[in-house]
């Protein structure tokens, strides 16, 4: 697989974290790279870093945005944003490292609670 920085990703995540209040997510520890040639089907995924990393290493939690240049360049503006937003959402409060499931006893993360923040967005 091949990938580049995305630093106009970047530059969309600095703008939609303020502006959704996402004040947990630390934006100088998320990177964005763009994927070429990728075997999935997804359009966005998120990394997370091992807690072994932050507890052993002193490397302190980065996540990696990545967009999948087949079908993430496709979208439309507004369906890139809730892409970005979707895989924001997997961040938790506690920027971790970790990664939050799209189930969980306290959160939801599918197209509808998307569509309640990018509502938020819009305004």
């Known amino acids: 697989m091949k990938y580049d920085l ?3 990703i970047k530059e969309q995540i600095s703008k939609l974290v303020p502006a959704l209040k996402m004040d947990h997510i630390k934006i100088d ?3 964005c790279i763009r994927s070429f040639d990728a075997k999935t089907r997804a359009i966005a995924r998120i990394w997370g870093m091992a807690k072994l990393f932050s ?3 002193g ?3 980065n996540y990696i945005i990545e967009v999948n240049a ?3 360049d496709k ?3 507004r369906e890139k ?3 970005l937003i979707h895989e924001l959402m997997h961040i938790p409060k506690t920027f971790s490292g970790a990664l939050l499931s799209h ?3 306290h959160h939801a993360i599918n197209d509808r609670e998307v569509e309640k923040i990018m509502k938020m967005f819009e305004k």
Do not use: D, N
């Open 81 to 83: 944003i809730k892409t």
């Open 55 to 57: 507890e052993v290493a």
């Open 6 to 8: 995305a630093p106009e």
């Open 59 to 61: 490397i302190k939690p």
């Open 70 to 72: 087949k079908r993430f």
């Open 29 to 31: 520890q998320i990177h």
């Open 75 to 77: 979208q439309s503006e």
């Open 103 to 105: 189930r969980g006893p």
